[in-house]
């Protein structure tokens, strides 16, 4: 229904119950004339305009902790069948004034095997699906040609990808470029060429190409680094790999940001490259799987040294480290004892600048305070990192073994 409003000659029309546009100033009426003087103007607005200023914009759905699970995906099962192989084929030659040419089928192509590699950009096992079919080999021809061989699957895994089937460990692929072949291509059938018997010189037999390997495989990331970065979510983790390396792990006020592990490298003067891992936050209770859990912290099982990041903006710090020790302790025994350094975050704020003196008293030993924001002492950080690293480098050699390179 339209209806006209009657203080203006020029009011413009408005259609009631659906809120079309119309210049707000054209439907105000003059105060103290329909209106109280207090009343809102706004009470009469009824343009689009007008209500989709005032919108809210869409904020970040916050997941649950079941769903913040589904997101991390560092271990997969994978079904992998290696290609078929080609069948053989039974034909004779065939040529002008020649009847018996003689059996010339030829042999089927192999199956193509499915390969796992490992390649250096890749980051994470979500990009690894559930199945695989390697490529099938061709059938055999006549004249005796043999059929095309079915191509190689590779399938692209992060560094530190173990593979098992079962229990079993069958590779640990730890370094760019290494290989595992998941499942074998099936070899190809003969044609009837291979039957020529002196017993049987015109034989018709030939077989079938065999099925590839199936085999069903878990694969499991375990991050290759040198620091493995520890603390409570939102403690400034991420930041602090963005500020002492080229990685670019997202930065947010809300927990469990990060959901991946990064891993940074940091160049030190003497060209000597720290790998450096970020992991999700450890929350009080993780080993009774309490926000993401513990089985992240495989990758950092593998790191030879720790950073311990604590959050100096909230009250009494002092407990993230025990805390954070004893999930580590419940992970598995002995992970909280390897050589670690402390790292007290965010004194850029006034509050936790503060709390700084009574932190150190708390720990009985030095902390290293910064600010991942600002930049604030990123250098004794970086000292003390190059100290740990060159312990482990004398202490791998000294083992007679060959200390972990980025
Ligand atoms: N004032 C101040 N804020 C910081 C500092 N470092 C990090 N923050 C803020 O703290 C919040 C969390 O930072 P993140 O780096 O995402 O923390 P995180 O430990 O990686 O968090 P999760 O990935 O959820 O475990 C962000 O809002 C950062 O801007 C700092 O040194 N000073
Ligand atoms: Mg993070």
């Given at each position: 229904m339209i209806r006209w409003r009657l203080?203006?000659?020029?009011s413009w029309p408005v259609l009631e119950g659906v809120g079309c546009w119309t210049p707000l100033a054209r439907v105000f009426p003059r105060p103290g004339r329909f209106l109280?003087?207090?009343?809102?103007?706004?009470?009469?607005s009824v343009s689009c305009a007008d209500c989709t200023k005032h919108q809210e914009p869409p904020r970040k759905k916050l997941l649950s902790e079941k769903k913040l699970k589904r997101h991390f995906v560092d271990h997969r099962r994978v079904l992998v069948r290696g290609g078929r192989g080609g069948d053989g084929v039974s034909c004779f030659h065939s040529e002008p004034?020649?009847?018996?040419?003689?059996p010339d089928g030829g042999d089927g192509g192999y199956g193509g095997h499915v390969i796992l590699r490992v390649d250096r950009?890749?980051?994470?096992?979500?990009?690894?699906?559930s199945q695989y079919q390697g490529f099938d080999g061709g059938a055999g021809g006549r004249k005796n040609c043999f059929g095309r061989s079915g191509a190689v699957l590779y399938i692209q895994v992060p560094v530190g990808t173990l593979v098992k089937e079962g229990n079993k460990v069958?590779?640990?692929?730890?370094?760019?470029g290494d290989e595992f072949i998941a499942a074998l291509g099936g070899a190809g059938g003969k044609g009837n060429r291979f039957f020529l018997a002196n017993s049987n010189r015109a034989p018709t037999t030939c077989t079938p190409g065999q099925p590839g390997q199936e085999r069903v495989l878990f694969l499991e990331l375990k991050t290759v680094a040198h620091a493995g970065l520890v603390g409570?979510?939102?403690?400034?983790k991420s930041s602090l790999l963005r500020a002492i390396s080229n990685a670019r792990p997202t930065v947010a006020s809300?927990?469990?940001?990060?959901?991946n592990p990064h891993v940074g490298v940091v160049h030190c003067e003497d060209h000597q490259q720290i790998a450096v891992a970020d992991i999700p936050g450890i929350v009080r209770g993780a080993h009774q799987n309490?926000?993401?859990?513990?089985?992240?912290?495989r990758h950092i099982e593998r790191c030879p040294f720790l950073l311990f990041v604590l959050d100096?903006?909230?009250?009494?710090?002092?407990t993230q480290l025990d805390d954070l020790k004893y999930e580590l302790e419940q992970y598995?025994?002995?992970?909280?004892?390897?050589p670690h350094a402390v790292v007290a975050n965010k004194v850029d704020l006034p509050q936790a600048r503060a709390r700084l003196p009574q932190l150190q008293a708390r720990l009985g030993r030095e902390a290293i305070a910064l600010s991942a924001a600002t930049g604030e002492n990123l250098e004794g950080l970086l000292l003390h990192l190059k100290e740990l690293h060159d312990d482990h480098v004398a202490a791998e050699l000294e083992r007679g073994r060959q200390p972990l390179r980025w």
């Open positions: 203080f203006s000659a020029r109280p003087q207090h009343a809102s103007p706004r009470l009469l004034r020649k009847e018996f040419g003689g950009q890749v980051k994470s096992l979500s990009s690894v699906l069958l590779a640990d692929l730890s370094h760019p409570f979510p939102n403690a400034g809300y927990p469990f940001t990060t959901l309490r926000g993401l859990g513990l089985t992240f912290l100096l903006s909230v009250p009494e710090p002092w598995r025994e002995g992970l909280s004892e390897r």
